[in-house]
T-cell receptor
């Protein structure tokens, strides 16, 4: 158990819809990252939030957006869903601090299927 | 050139053998390296982290890092069928806009009883 939780576990949406995925970070962790993992591939970095502000972004379009809240929870929002958005969405948290190696711990993921 | 490369496998080893998993990375200033194990349908689980050149051992696992060659490996001794999974190599990079981890595509390991 990593202390990172995600909801929902599975989700089915249709093309063009919007979706919100949720994550609760490990207590005390001030940094959360979101990843998209397509079948048979490694996780792809979407973005990272540190102290409630976006602190890094991968090669994903603006329709992927996020929020981080003071209670260590966060959200990933995806607008105008496309078929290629079908994937496992992973949330990972870590404690960002000086001279730390920032090991990330993943939640169980949300499996999103877009029809 | 991809930032983090791994052989996709599958790598098959008999039970009790040593499994050797390899990873190369392109960003020379990368400083932290991680191995994750991912069972089918599950999320990645951190099993090893390494930051300095040389070897780091934890139980049956040994991570090896060679920054000059931009190479990191994972050895699994006395492989067990329960080690059958996909192993992901991850590199922590620092760029001008925050930090992020870059993952390789993973190597699928199959340990045969």
């Amino acid at each position: 158990e990593t202390g990172v939780t995600q909801s929902p576990t599975h989700l089915i949406k249709t093309r063009g819809q919007q979706v919100t995925l949720r994550c609760s970070s490990q207590s005390g962790h001030n940094t959360v990252s979101w990843y998209q993992q397509a079948l048979g591939q490694g996780p792809q970095f979407i973005f990272q939030y540190y102290r409630e502000e976006e602190n890094g972004r991968g090669n994903f379009p603006p329709r992927f957006s996020g929020l981080q809240f003071p209670n260590y929870s966060s959200e990933l929002n995806v607008n105008a869903l496309e078929l290629d958005d079908s994937a496992l969405y992973l949330c990972a948290s870590n404690l960002k601090r000086e001279r730390s190696y920032n090991e990330q711990f993943f939640g169980p993921g949300t499996r999103l299927t877009v029809l | 050139q991809k930032e983090v490369e791994q052989n996709s496998g599958p790598l098959s080893v008999p039970e009790g053998a040593i499994a050797s998993l390899n990873c190369t990375y392109s960003d020379r200033v990368s400083q932290s390296f991680f191995w994750y194990r991912q069972y089918s349908g599950k999320s990645p689980e951190l099993i090893m982290s390494i930051y300095s050149n040389g070897d780091k051992e934890d139980g049956r696992f040994t991570a090896q890092l060679n920054k000059a060659s931009q190479y990191v490996s994972l050895l699994i001794r006395d492989s067990q069928p329960s080690d059958s999974a996909t192993y992901l190599c991850a590199v922590k990079k620092r760029d001008n806009y925050g930090q992020n981890f870059v993952f390789g595509p993973g190597t699928r390991l199959s340990v045969l009883p």
